[in-house]
Every structure is written in structure tokens, then in C-alpha cells.
């Protein structure tokens, strides 16, 4: 008989985290500047995918930042393994998404970036902090929405 997790507290009392990996990483100085944008403008775009099976949640998150002359982009996830009976509410997968896994692989994301700035020799990017509940996984999934 499964357990039934309805708290993300109980979650972490059954598991870890067990990887943390970059999934794919690049950076370009462009041939012709974003026209649209100052010298000082910075566009980031942010994609979560949280999936799970019966062993692990993974949770997969994509930067995209855009700035006058270059574009970076890096994609890391985080894998949480945890006792393969249970049964874990939707809503706890999302929580645990958002103030676990988004919150691990955020830092290696950061510093890819600014690493590729400085290795383009471009000006030295530094993403600001990502702060708790800044992003809304609930929000952005609608019932036919899966994010398995």
C-alpha cells in the first residue's frame, strides 16, 4: 500500500537530491545587435518543466537571457529520488518544484551565464537573486497542461 504525501514536508523526510547536472548550455556574440535594445537592457526568459516517475521528481529549468550584443542560454535540472511507494499529490510535485528544485538549480544557472559573459568578453552578467514564490508554477498550469 502506497503512502500518501499531501505535504511537501513529508516528501523530504523519504528522499534526497541526487543529481544536479547542466543539460545544455551555449552563448553567441551576434553578428548585428538587437536594434531594439540599449546597451544596458537585459531580456531574461525563464521556463520550468517539473516531471516525475515512480522513484523521482525532475525538475528541469531553461534561461534565456538577451542583451544588445549576445545571447546566452542554459538548461539544468535537478533529480530528487524518494521511496517508490508513495503517492504524492500534484500540488506537493508543484511546491517541491518551485521552493526545491527551481531553488537548486537556479545558483548553477547564475554562473554559467556570467561565465560565458566573461569567457565572450562581453560585460559581466549578473543574474539578481531569485526569491521565494517569484515564480508561480500553479498559475501557469492549466488542467490540460501537463508537465511530465
Known sequence: MSLVITEISELLQ????????????????????????????VRQTTQVLAGRN???IEVRMTITIDVREARYEATAGTQFRHDDDL?????????????????TVYPFLREIISDMSGRLRQPNLTIPLLRAGQLNLAAETSPDDSNE
Open 14 to 41: 523519504h528522499g534526497d537530491i541526487a543529481d544536479v547536472r547542466f543539460l545544455s548550455f551555449s552563448g553567441e556574440v551576434l553578428s548585428e545587435p538587437h536594434e531594439d535594445m540599449e546597451d544596458d537592457d
Open 54 to 56: 515512480s522513484d523521482a
Open 87 to 103: 503517492d504524492i499529490a500534484e500540488d506537493v510535485v508543484i511546491e517541491f518544484a518551485e521552493r526545491i528544485g527551481v531553488m
